[in-house]
């Protein structure tokens, strides 16, 4: 399962982390469609800068970026959760076990 592939099959086709994931440029840098990136991506997608981000979360700028250098596959739920809630989203959590997708948050 690729929490970026979920998010990106979930958003019309004009969003900006849609046109992203396809390796379109943005603010003139061509991107990649490396899952490590998704919460950068995230956060490009609500117009925020790190340092907004940051001041949302009560962590430094340095903070922001270490959890986005991290990528989604290091960082621990909780601050996953708060990273989403902060850009006004929900973190849902599955397990996909024998074909079966089973929430547990």
């Given amino acids: 399962m690729d929490p970026l592939q979920d998010l990106v099959a ?3 086709s004009d969003h900006p982390v849609v046109a992203m994931h396809n390796g379109h440029m943005h603010n003139g840098h061509a991107r ?43 960082a621990q739920i909780g601050t996953l959760r708060r990273y989403v809630e902060a850009l006004g989203g929900r973190l849902h959590i599955e397990v996909d076990l024998d074909g079966q997708r089973i929430k547990i948050s």
């Fill in 10 to 12: 979930s958003l019309p």
């Fill in 32 to 74: 990649g469609k490396s899952g490590d990136d998704v919460l950068r991506r995230l956060r490009h997608s609500q117009n925020l800068t790190q340092a907004e981000l940051a001041d949302m979360l009560y962590v430094t700028q340095e903070r922001v970026s270490a959890m986005e250098r991290g990528g989604v596959n290091r």
